[in-house]
C-alpha cells in the first residue's frame, strides 16, 4: 500500500508533526491487517470449504474423501486421491467416484463469505454406474440431489450448498484419463438383440460446459472421447450429451471408431453411432450379414443390408410407452410394460413409431411363391397367402353340356354320315372348357392381384416411412436379379383403413429413366389402385417373364409403359399404354426369319367382371408407323360357354403405310413393293365357342384408287406365260430344282389332260372358278375344322394360292408365308386367266416322291398319258395332293386301303351332287379300287416305312356335298 501526502505552504512546525503520527499510525493499522490475514486467511477459507463438502455430502447424501487437500489463498484447491461414495451403498459396492487428482478454481469473495466454481479439472477419473438388487440406480440419490443444488443455473442465495458459501453455478468440468463402468441389466430389445451386461469406456477425455436454459434451469454440454471400449476392444468412440438438471435431455450422441457388432440369430450385425433427441432418435451405418453357416469358419460374412442412417420418431422412451400401452390394452395391465426378459415385437415397435426415416439402405433379397423371402429368420414372411375362397358362379339354366350336344349334333348334320366323323362332334367340346378354363385363370389371377394388393397395405408396418437414397438386389423365384438404385420411397397408414406407398428407382439395365409406382387405398372398403410408369425397360431383360411368344424377345425396349391397375374382389380394371422400339422376336408360327426392328404403340382399356362374366377390350388402339387399327371387343359367358364379340376397325389409310408397317420378315418375296390408293377396312367376328358352325366373318375391305407399280425385286409374274423355276425335292428328299412352263419341253396344256383331272381338283381342294385368288368360304371352314380340332388340321388355300406356295414360297406354315400367298394370288389372278393357272398349277404341284406335274403322275401311277385318266384315277390324284410322300404308300403296296376305297367313292357321288359328272360315270368306277401300273406297284413291292392304316386314313373333316 502506498499513502502519498501533499502539505501545505510554509504550516506551523507543532501542525506538521500532529499529521506525520495519524500517517504513521495509519500505516501501522494497514501492517497489521495485511499481517492477519496472511496467517489466517487459509484458516478461514479450509474451513469454509469443510463446510461447503459438509453440506454437498448431506444434500447429495454421499460420503468425500481424500488423501490430501491443498487450500490456496487465490481460491485454487487440489485434491489427491478422491473418492466419493453413496451413503446408502450396500458392502462391497464400487464408488461413484474416484479421482487420482481433482484441481478446482474458483472465485471467493472474503468479505461476502461467497465463492464461486469455475473450473474442475480431474486427472484419473473413474465412476461407475450400476444397478442394485432393488432395482435402484446407485446414482439416483447424487442425481435427485444435484437437480436441487444446481437446478436454478443462475442464482444465489442462502440455498447454496456449504450453507450458502458456494454459489449456485455450475463450473466447466474437464476430465483426463476418464473410465467409465456401467453395470445394467440390459432392455429388452427386439429381433433378438442382446447388450452385455457390463460396459467399460477407457482412456476418456471429457469436457462439460454449462450455460443458461430457458426459465434458468441450468443446461449442460458433454463431449467426451474414449481411447477404448468393452463393446469393440482395442478401439474407442465419441459421444455427446446435452440437457438439464431437471432431467430433460436434448441429445445423446455416440459414434464408434469401429462399427460395433454383435450376434443376431444366425447374423452378424452393427452400428457406428447413435443419436437420441426429444424427439426421436437415430443410428448410423447400420449392417446386416447375411446368415452365418453353423457348420463352417466365418472369415469373411457378406453383407445383407447396411443402412446411412435410420430415425425414428418419437423417442425411444416415448416408444415404449406406446408400446406397453398397446400391450395393456391387449390383454395385459394397462401401462405396464413386458415382463422382465420377455423380447418387444418388433412390429409393435413399428406399429407405434410416428415416422421412420432410412436414408442410404442397401439390400439384397431374394423372393419366393408364397411371399417367402431371405430375410425371414427376422420378418415375418409377407401375408401372401392363397386369397379367400371364391363364391361359386351359377352355371346358365341349360348348362354348358347341354350347349355342347346341340352344337356338336348341328356340325354332325353338315357333314356325311360316318363313324369316322363322329370324333369331329366329340372334338369340338372341349374347347369352350378349355377357353373358359383361360378366363378362369385370368378370374382367380384377379382375386389374387387384390389380395396381394390388398395385403401389402393392411401389412404396412408404419404409419410413416420415408426412403432416400436407396440401392436394392432384388430375385424372384425363377428370374434374374435386378438392380435398384436411388430408391425414393414412402408408405403411410391413415385412419380408417387409408394407405399409400409411393416408389420410384431406377432399375440397372433395366430402365433409362426412373420406375414409377404408386399403390393406394382410399379409407373404408375402397379396393386398392396401383398405377405404373416405366420407360427404356429392355425387353430382353423381362422376356422369361413374359407369356408366349415375347418370351423369345432378344432385342428392343419398352420405350414406355403407363398402367393404371384398379382390381376388386369382383374383377378388375386396366388402363394404359405401353410403346416399344426396336424389337426383335423369332416367332416360328409368324416367320422363319426373327421379326425385327419392331416399333409400335398398344392402348387401351380392359376389363373384366366376374358378376357378369365379361370380359371387355375398348378404345383399344395399335399403331405402328402410319399404321392405326382400332380393336373393341367382349366375351360374355367367359366361364361357362365363352362368346366372342370382336371388332377391328382401320380407318381410311395409305395401302403403302399398311405394307410398310408389316415387319421385313412378313414380305420376304415381296420386298420392294410399291402401291398406291387407300384403303379402309372394317372386321367383325362373333365366335360361340360352344357352336363353332355358327362362326360370323364380316369382312368389309373399301380400296379406293388401289394400283400396284411394282411387286419388288424378286417377282415377276408375266414370266409364268413362258418358263419358271422353282425348288423341289428328289424321291429321296434331297432339295432340287425343276424347270417347267407352257415353253419347256415336259409341259402338259390344259386340252392335253383328262377332263375329270380338273373337275376332280376343283372338288377335292376348292371351287377354283367362283373366286379371285382367295377363297373367304375356305378361310372361315378352315377356321371352324381348325377350332373344333384346337389344331391345324385343314388349310385354306385356293388352287391359286397352292400354285403361288409351290412356285415363290416354299411349305412352311407361318402367318408370313400366308400373307405374301393371298396377295401374290390375288395379283396372280389379276394377271393370268383361270385356264393358265389350273394349267400351272396341274404342271407344278407334287404327286409323290419326286413326281412333278400330271404327266409325270400318269405315267408314274397308271403308265398313260395325262389325257387318258378316268374319274376314279383323276380322284384318286386329287385325293393325294395333300400330302402326296405318305399317300404314296398306297401305290407302293399295290392298292389303297378298303378306307381309303370308300373315301374315293364318296368323292366321286359329290362330283356328281355338283354336277361335274353323272352317276353314270361314278358307278362305272366301282368298286373305286385303281389299278396301279404292274398291279404291285411302280416299285415291285412294299413302301420303305410305311405309314400304318390309321396314319393313312382320309381326312376326318369330310367333304361337304
Given at each position: ?18 499529521w506525520l503520527r ?5 500505516v ?6 495485511a ?13 469454509a ?19 490430501r ?52 479439472v ?15 440406480l ?6 435427485d440431489?444435484?437437480r ?66 430457458e ?32 432431467g430433460?435431455p436434448e ?5 464408434f ?22 424427439g426421436?432418435f ?35 422412451r ?33 406399429l ?6 432410412v436414408?442410404?439402405?442397401a439390400?439384397?433379397?431374394r423372393f ?20 379367400p ?22 356340325a ?43 395385403a ?14 436407396g440401392?436394392?438386389?432384388v ?6 436379379t435386378?438392380q435398384l ?43 386398392p389402385?396401383?398405377?405404373l ?105 367367359a366361364?361357362?360357354?365363352?362368346r366372342?364379340q370382336v ?8 395401302v403403302?403405310?399398311?405394307v ?29 365357342t ?7 366373318i ?35 428328299g ?14 402338259v ?20 372358278y ?33 400354285l ?9 406354315k ?31 404341284i ?12 400318269a405315267e ?29 404308300a ?10 381309303w376305297?370308300?373315301y ?9 351332287s ?6 353314270e360315270?361314278?358307278e ?38
Open positions: 500500500m502506498v499513502v502519498s501526502v501533499v502539505p501545505e505552504a510554509k504550516p506551523p512546525r507543532r501542525r506538521r508533526r500532529r495519524v500517517v504513521l499510525v495509519v501501522l493499522v494497514l501492517v497489521a491487517l499481517a492477519a490475514a496472511a496467517l489466517g486467511l487459509p484458516l478461514l477459507v479450509e474451513s470449504g469443510k463446510k461447503a463438502v459438509a453440506r454437498l455430502e448431506d444434500k447429495l447424501a454421499i460420503a468425500i474423501t481424500a488423501d487437500v491443498d487450500w490456496r489463498l487465490s481460491g485454487e484447491i487440489d485434491v489427491y486421491g478422491l473418492v466419493v461414495r453413496d451413503t446408502h451403498a450396500p458392502d462391497g459396492e464400487p464408488p461413484l467416484f474416484s479421482a487420482r487428482r481433482v484441481h478446482v478454481a474458483s472465485d471467493v469473495d472474503v468479505l461476502a463469505r461467497k465463492a464461486k466454481l469455475l473450473r474442475v480431474v486427472d484419473g477419473g473413474e465412476a461407475h454406474l450400476l444397478r442394485r438388487a432393488d432395482g435402484t446407485n446414482v439416483a440419490g447424487l442425481v440431489g444435484a436441487g443444488l444446481f437446478g436454478g443455473g443462475g442464482g444465489g442465495g442462502d440455498d447454496g450448498g456449504g450453507g450458502g458459501f458456494l454459489e449456485r453455478h455450475l463450473p466447466d468440468l474437464t476430465l483426463h484419463g476418464a473410465t467409465i463402468v456401467t453395470e445394467l441389466p440390459p432392455p429388452s430389445l427386439p429381433f433378438g438383440l442382446e447388450v452385455p451386461k457390463r460396459i467399460e469406456l477407457t482412456g476418456g477425455e471429457i469436457t462439460v460446459k454449462p450455460s443458461a436454459g426459465a434458468g434451469v441450468a443446461r449442460v454440454v458433454l463431449d467426451a472421447a474414449f481411447a477404448a471400449t468393452s463393446l469393440d476392444p482395442g478401439h474407442g468412440l465419441t459421444a455427446s450429451l446435452s440437457g438439464t438438471l431437471d430433460r441429445l445423446v450422441a455416440a459414434h471408431e469401429r462399427p460395433v457388432r454383435f450376434y443376431l440369430g444366425q447374423r452378424v450385425a452393427g452400428f457406428s453411432g447413435f443419436a437420441w433427441e426429444p426421436g437415430r443410428v448410423d451405418e447400420l449392417q446386416l450379414s447375411v446368415p452365418l453357416d453353423p457348420e463352417g469358419r466365418q472369415d469373411t460374412v457378406g453383407a445383407a443390408l447396411t443402412v446411412g442412417s435410420l430415425s425414428v420418431t418419437p423417442e425411444p416415448e416408444l415404449l410407452a406406446r408400446v406397453r400401452a398397446a400391450a395393456g390394452r391387449a390383454g395385459g395391465a394397462p401401462g405396464a410394460g413386458a415382463p422382465e426378459g420377455d423380447a418387444i415385437d418388433p412390429k409393435a415397435l413399428l407405434a413409431a410416428d415416422k421412420l426415416l436414408e442410404s439402405p439390400m439384397a433379397v419366393a411363391s408364397g411371399g417367402h423371402h431371405s430375410f425371414e429368420d427376422l420378418v415375418p414372411a409377407l401375408p401372401l397367402d392363397a386369397p375362397e371364391r363364391p361359386a358362379i351359377d352355371p346358365e339354366p341349360d348348362g354348358p353340356l347341354q350347349i355342347l350336344t346341340n352344337a356338336n349334333l348341328a354332325s348334320a353338315r357333314l356325311t354320315q360316318q363313324k369316322r366323323k363322329a370324333s369331329v362332334a366329340s372334338a369340338g367340346e372341349a374347347l369352350d372348357t378349355r377357353v373358359a378354363a383361360v378366363f378362369a385363370k385370368l378370374d382367380a389371377a384377379s382375386v389374387r392381384a387384390e389380395h396381394v394388393l390388398t401389402l397395405l393392411d401389412g404396412l408396418p408404419v404409419k410413416d416411412l420415408e426412403v432416400t437414397g440401392e436394392l438386389a430375385r424372384a423365384e425363377g428370374s434374374a435386378y438404385r436411388g430408391i425414393a420411397l414412402t408408405a403411410r397408414r391413415g385412419d380408417g383403413g387409408a394407405a399409400a406407398i409411393t416408389l420410384s428407382a431406377d432399375v440397372d439395365d433395366v430402365t433409362r429413366e426412373p420406375l414409377a409406382l404408386s399403390l393406394s387405398r382410399e379409407a373404408g372398403d375402397a379396393p389402385k396401383l398405377d410408369s416405366a420407360s427404356g425397360l429392355p425387353l430382353a431383360a423381362l422376356a422369361p417373364s413374359l407369356p408366349g411368344p415375347l418370351a423369345r424377345v432378344d432385342r428392343g425396349v419398352v420405350d414406355k409403359l403407363v398402367v393404371h391397375l384398379r382390381p376388386s374382389a369382383r374383377g378388375f380394371d386396366v388402363e394404359g399404354e405401353v410403346k416399344v422400339a426396336g424389337v426383335r422376336v423369332l416367332w416360328p408360327a409368324v416367320a422363319l426369319e426373327p421379326l425385327a426392328d419392331i416399333d409400335g404403340r398398344l392402348a387401351g382399356r380392359v376389363g373384366w367382371s366376374r358378376d357378369s362374366q365379361t370380359f371387355t377390350v375398348s378404345e383399344g388402339k395399335l399403331e405402328r408407323g402410319g399404321l392405326a387399327i382400332g380393336v373393341n371387343g367382349t366375351v360374355s359367358r366361364l361357362s360357354r365363352p366372342f371388332s377391328l376397325r382401320l380407318p381410311q389409310t395409305p403403302q403405310a399398311v410398310d408397317a408389316l415387319p421385313r420378315a412378313l414380305m420376304t418375296k415381296l420386298d420392294g413393293l410399291r402401291v398406291a390408293g387407300e384403303l379402309s377396312w372394317a372386321v367383325d367376328v362373333a365366335l360361340d360352344g357352336d363353332i358352325d355358327a362362326i360370323a364380316d369382312s368389309r375391305p373399301e380400296l379406293d384408287g388401289f394400283l400396284v407399280r411394282s411387286m419388288g425385286h424378286g417377282l415377276n409374274l408375266e414370266n409364268l406365260r413362258y418358263t419358271v423355276t422353282y425348288p423341289v425335292k428328289t424321291g429321296d434331297a432339295a432340287s430344282t425343276r424347270t417347267t412352263g407352257p415353253l419347256s419341253a415336259n409341259w396344256p390344259l386340252e392335253a389332260i383328262s377332263r375329270y383331272v380338273p373337275l376332280a381338283v376343283t372338288t377335292t381342294e376348292d371351287p377354283f367362283s373366286h379371285s385368288g382367295i377363297s373367304t368360304f375356305a378361310i372361315r371352314e378352315s377356321i371352324v375344322a381348325n377350332l373344333k380340332r384346337e389344331r391345324f388340321v385343314r388349310g385354306a388355300s385356293t388352287i391359286t394360292q397352292q403361288v406356295k409351290n412356285l415363290f414360297l416354299g411349305p412352311q407361318t402367318i408370313g408365308r400366308k400373307l405374301q400367298e393371298m396377295f401374290i394370288a390375288w395379283r396372280l389372278e389379276e394377271t393370268l386367266g383361270k385356264d393358265e393357272i389350273l394349267a400351272l398349277y396341274l404342271n407344278v407334287e404327286f409323290g416322291p419326286g413326281i412333278y406335274g400330271i404327266g409325270n403322275a408314274h401311277y397308271f403308265g398313260k398319258y395325262a389325257r387318258d385318266l378316268t374319274p376314279l384315277e383323276a380322284i384318286f390324284l386329287a385325293s393325294i395332293i395333300p400330302n402326296p410322300r405318305k399317300y404314296y398306297f401305290f407302293a403296296q399295290g392298292a389303297v386301303s378298303p378306307r376305297r370308300s374315293l367313292g364318296e368323292l366321286l357321288h359329290v362330283m356328281v355338283r354336277g361335274k359328272i353323272t352317276s360315270e361314278a362305272s368306277q366301282a368298286p373305286y379300287e385303281p389299278i396301279f401300273l404292274g398291279q404291285d406297284g411302280g416299285n415291285g413291292g412294299p413302301y420303305p416305312n410305311a405309314p400304318d392304316d390309321d396314319d393313312l386314313a382320309p381326312p376326318d373333316d369330310g367333304v361337304e356335298p
